[in-house]
Structures are given as C-alpha cells and as structure tokens.
C-alpha cells in the first residue's frame, strides 16, 4: 500500500487516502477531448490505455488475448461518457480490463473444466479439507487459484484482481470502485481467506500465485 500522505498524488493521479487529483493524471486532457467527440483525441487516447489494459488481460487469460483487448478498448470507449474521473484514466481503463476478463472466463468456464481436468488434485478443492501446498505443482498451484477465484462473490474477485493482477494499491482500488478505502481492504482479506483455507498457504503464496498464472 501507498505510504504517501493523504494530499500527495501518486504517479496516476490518486492519493494515498483515495482522493483522485484530476492535475495529476497524464490523460485527463485526453479523456476529456475523447469525451467531447475528437476523433483524434480517442485514437491518441486508445493509444495510451491499449498497454495497461494488453497487460491486465495477459495475466487473467491465455488465449483469444487480441480479441478480448479489442473487446476491453470497445467497453472502454463505450463507457468513457459515463466516466467522471473518481480515479486515474489508466485504472479506469484497467478496471474495464478486469471486467471483460471476468466476463469472458465466465463464459468459458466450461472450456476451462475440461482443460484442468487432467490436473485430478484439482478434483479435491471442494472438499472441507485444505491441500497442502507441496501436494501441488507450480503449474497446478496456478490453475487451482484461477479456479477458485471464480468461485468468489464478484465483489471480492474484482478488488482481488485489481489489486494484484493490475497492481493497483488498494487506495487506487478503492478510488477506481468508488467504494470506501475499508470495504476494499475488507472484500480482499475476505478472497485472500477463503483462498487460503482451500489452499492451506498463506496470502503472499496466494498472490505471487495469481500474478504469476
């Protein structure tokens, strides 16, 4: 987490309290003319975004990679006149990023069950007793947390995801969700626990995990 005081800005715009500082935001500028309807303003803007978002969308999916970053453009531009500027343009392009990942997995889940489906330890994770995390392979200790957390109330695996796949601190969370800086803390202990206690790891093993899948 950001150790900024509450009035100083981050490299994006937003405090360490939470509070967005539109100044400090290198595409306001951008966002608001892409908003007003310039063409050329949306093109430089897309431009901007089109990396941080590419980056979100290789760490949560591995396939279909270009379509669904032309999908997360599409919702971003979409949504960009309802954007008021709560939080930086870049974690407003990554917040799209995570939901359209979300999204499509949701869809694929049935792709993703025949895929893990030679992983058998997998079979286990519904049970009551956790696994131990040496009864895992890296590979599998990947798949297994992808899997679970698409099994977490939605709430939670988004502020999960935006924390530690877009690596936003949990203030730019906060800031982005438009939700309080405690109900972003809290909605991440709640997914960190419930991956652990199916996992029998601790929350750094848990992260690590899902930033390397």
């Given amino acids: ?28 500028a951008l966002a608001q003319a892409a908003r007003a309807g310039d063409q050329r303003a949306t093109t430089q803007l897309l ?3 089109a990396p941080s978002m590419l980056h979100v969308i ?6 279909d990679i270009e ?3 032309q999908d997360a453009l599409l919702a971003f531009l979409n949504a960009l006149p309802r954007f008021r500027h709560t939080a930086s343009t870049r974690h407003f392009a990554c917040r799209v990023a995570v939901l359209t990942c979300m999204a499509y997995r949701r869809k694929q889940r049935p792709w993703y069950q025949r895929l893990w489906s030679d992983a058998t330890v997998l079979d286990q994770l519904p049970g009551q007793e956790p696994l131990p995390s040496d ?21 939670q695996a988004e502020v999960l995801l935006m924390h530690v796949v877009a690596e936003l601190s949990l203030p730019e969370v906060a800031a982005t969700l438009q939700i309080p800086l405690e109900t972003a803390r809290s909605r991440l202990r709640l997914a960190l626990t419930r991956l652990r206690k199916k996992l029998n790891v601790g929350e750094q093993r848990i992260e690590d995990w899902l930033a390397n899948a």
Avoid: I
């Avoid at 900024?4 to 405090?15: E, I, K, N, R």
């Avoid at 009864?135 to 709430?155: D, F, G, H, I, M």
């Fill in 1 to 28: 987490m950001s150790t900024l005081p509450p009035h100083v800005s981050d490299s994006h715009g937003v405090s360490a309290a939470g509070l967005f500082v539109p100044e400090n935001d290198p595409w306001y």
């Fill in 47 to 49: 431009e901007c975004v």
């Fill in 58 to 63: 290789r760490k949560m999916v591995s396939t």
């Fill in 67 to 69: 379509d669904l970053l």
């Fill in 135 to 155: 009864a895992l392979s890296t590979k599998q200790q990947e798949q297994a947390v992808r899997r679970l957390v698409e099994r977490l109330p939605a709430a």
